[in-house]
């Protein structure tokens, strides 16, 4: 008769925390940074973590570790953070000691702080030392780089925004160790050069991005995913401009987006992301309202003044729309094709200007989303 084998045990505490161990340091061999580190943490543990520097500035965070508790662990870090060796238990109300703020150090030097959100997991409280540890390995790896090292930084960027052949980019990309994965160029005007010169130290370690530099007061670098949540924890409140995100080997040109989102950004005072396909909006957003105002009475003056002239700009506009078609425009007017050509002949006449000439249309359209026109959702395709 055969015998029952009895179920392999559980694995202890111990155990699984050295597991735990071994996959968070092979997140940051992978080269996947302290984003994930913090998610890989969160997922395993079911606490929520968040990074902060010496300074109690917000480097990173996972989910479950909520805005409020951010708040709370900055208060704490800015009036009494704990020493080496030490730890500050925080109590939030009706839960005490919700959140544990422990420093992490390189060469017996404090480098950051790591606040915990307790769930008395057992396994969390066994594996912590080994995350401080890791953070501190990566971001020291970011901050103390030496001086040769971060001109090799810089020349490599450098030559990656040069490349036109896209093999040469991603052979140069996965020579860096960037991610395989889509990237967003990231362009921030800092205060001063003095500040520039940390922020390109702070946004390498917060973005895990060997893709940095600054050029005066204009700090350039390549991301992954959206930025704008840890820019935000961060506190940076600098003009700020995001290209699109795109195939690593595009990254130069999400570059170029980002600069140009950057012009919008110091106009509005807010960060600006550039999109495809909305080149348009975004130049009507540099320009000054004096500007456009006078740009659009000079095209579409002519038609405004004339008998009909509404009529005739939103002829116009539905023409574009529907992408220069008679027919398009007259169904979506309800009105006979000649009354469309009729009008579209007398806006030629009246601007002077060939309407199949590309610099007329686009002057034209300009000058209609200037004036409030916008495109319409029920366009025919």
């Given at each position: 008769m055969p015998t029952l084998k009895s179920p392999a045990p559980a694995p202890s505490a111990p155990e699984r925390a050295l597991t735990l161990q071994m996959e968070l340091t092979a997140i940051l061999a992978r080269g996947k940074g302290v984003d994930r580190l913090l998610r890989g943490w969160h997922q395993h543990t079911g606490e929520g973590v968040a990074v902060f520097d010496r300074l109690g500035t917000p480097l990173g965070r996972s989910d479950g570790f909520t805005d409020p508790d951010l708040d709370v662990a900055k208060s704490a870090l800015g009036t009494h953070p704990p020493k080496l060796g030490e730890s500050l238990a925080i109590d939030i109300e009706g839960e005490p000691q919700a959140i544990l703020l422990t420093p992490f150090a390189g060469n017996a030097t404090v480098r950051g702080?790591?606040?915990?959100?307790?769930?008395?997991?057992?396994?969390?409280?066994?594996?912590a030392p080994a995350l401080r540890a890791l953070l501190a390995l990566e971001y020291e790896r970011h901050w103390l780089m030496d001086e040769p090292a971060r001109r090799h930084r810089d020349q490599q960027f450098t030559r990656l925004l040069e490349l036109d052949d896209d093999a040469d980019a991603t052979a140069l990309l996965r020579a860096a160790g960037a991610p395989e994965r889509t990237l967003r160029g990231l362009v921030v005007e800092a205060r001063d050069e003095t500040h520039a010169e940390v922020l390109i130290d702070d946004l390498?370690?917060?973005?895990?991005?060997?893709?940095?530099?600054?050029?005066?007061?204009?700090?350039?670098?390549?991301?992954?995913?959206?930025?704008?949540?840890?820019?935000?924890?961060?506190?940076?409140?600098?003009?700020?401009?995001?290209?699109?995100a795109m195939a690593p080997q595009h990254a130069a040109r999400s570059i170029r987006q980002a600069r140009l989102a950057l012009d919008t950004s110091r106009r509005l005072g807010t960060p600006m992301e550039y999109r495809d396909g909305a080149a348009h909006d975004l130049l009507l957003q540099i320009a000054s309202p004096e500007y456009l105002e006078a740009f659009a009475a000079a095209a579409l003056g002519p038609i405004e003044r004339t008998k009909g002239g509404d009529a005739l700009l939103e002829t116009l506009h539905l023409w574009f729309l529907e992408r220069r078609s008679i027919e398009a425009t007259?169904?979506?007017?309800?009105?006979?094709?000649?009354?469309?050509?009729?009008?579209?002949?007398?806006?030629?006449?009246?601007?002077?200007?060939?309407?199949?000439?590309?610099?007329?249309?686009?002057?034209?359209?300009?000058a209609l989303k200037a004036r409030g026109f916008e495109p319409v959702a029920t366009a025919s395709p």
């Open positions: 702080f790591l606040a915990r959100r307790i769930t008395g997991e057992p396994v969390a409280d066994l594996a390498a370690a917060m973005f895990s991005t060997a893709f940095v530099r600054h050029r005066g007061r204009i700090v350039e670098c390549l991301v992954a995913g959206d930025p704008l949540a840890t820019l935000a924890d961060y506190g940076l409140h600098v003009p700020i401009g995001m290209g699109t007259a169904d979506r007017m309800q009105v006979h094709r000649h009354t469309i050509r009729n009008r579209i002949q007398r806006i030629a006449q009246l601007t002077g200007h060939d309407l199949d000439s590309i610099d007329t249309q686009t002057e034209l359209w300009l």
